[in-house]
């Protein structure tokens, strides 16, 4: 079936550092990619959809200069957290949609910010 | 703009028992339904999913119908076990773009 790779799963950094997240679809071709962040109660949040060759599309009160998304090619996205604070803190998860528009998602990488 | 409504947890059910976790949904045009569920300190898998109005999802005893009429995909299982005690999300793709219900944990206790 269709595999989501991501990393890294755990991320420990100082406060204003950037930090990368990868997203790579391994067997499939993915034109869209979605990113999101799960807060405790374990929501999912939109963050932007990210598709191949063009700039991604953010949620309302996502900060896009703050997070940087990439989709530089069909099987990879990356999202940047620049100048990260503690408040960044979260777990965050991207998905690929496939052709049969089923969403398979990554494990998903705890960023901490300290 | 879309948006899932899926039932409140927590859900804490005795092994063997019936399970429903009701979602409803608003969309424009025609979207496609979906299931998720997470395991504890995993990611988010596909459970089911249904494209179309009246197709039924199932997977690993879990059932889920479209019901465009009353635009509800409410998942089931008639005999839950321990091992299925996780949060289950459900989620619509409409336009390219998805959209996610709060979420459910359900607990199963022996």
């Known amino acids: 079936g269709a595999v989501v790779s991501q990393h890294p799963s755990r991320v420990i950094c100082k406060s204003g550092t950037s930090v990368k997240i990868e997203c790579r679809s391994l067997d499939f071709q993915a034109t869209t990619m979605f990113w999101y962040r799960q807060f405790p109660k374990q929501s999912l949040m939109l963050m932007a959809t990210s598709n191949e060759g063009s700039k991604a599309t953010y949620e309302q009160g996502v900060e896009k200069d703050k997070f940087l998304i990439n989709h530089a090619s069909l099987t990879l996205s990356t999202l940047t957290v620049t100048s990260a604070h503690p408040e960044d803190s979260s777990f965050y998860i991207c998905?690929?949609?496939?052709?049969?528009?089923?969403?398979?998602f990554g494990a998903g990488s705890r960023l901490t910010v300290l | 703009g879309d948006s899932v409504t899926q039932m409140e947890g927590p859900v804490t059910l005795s092994e063997e028992a019936f399970l429903t976790i009701n979602c409803t949904y608003t969309?424009?045009?025609?979207?496609?339904l979906f299931w998720y569920v997470q395991y504890p300190g995993e990611g988010l898998q596909l459970l089911l999913k249904a494209t179309k109005a009246d197709d039924k999802g199932s997977n690993k005893g879990f059932e889920a119908t479209y019901r465009k009429e009353t635009t509800s995909f409410h998942l089931e299982k008639g005999s839950v076990q321990v091992s299925d005690s996780a949060v289950y999300f459900c989620a619509l793709i409409s336009a390219g773009k998805s959209t996610f219900g709060d979420g459910t944990t359900l607990t199963v206790k022996p």
């Open positions: 969309a424009t045009g025609y979207p496609s």
């Open positions: 998905s690929a949609r496939d052709r049969s528009n089923v969403l398979t």
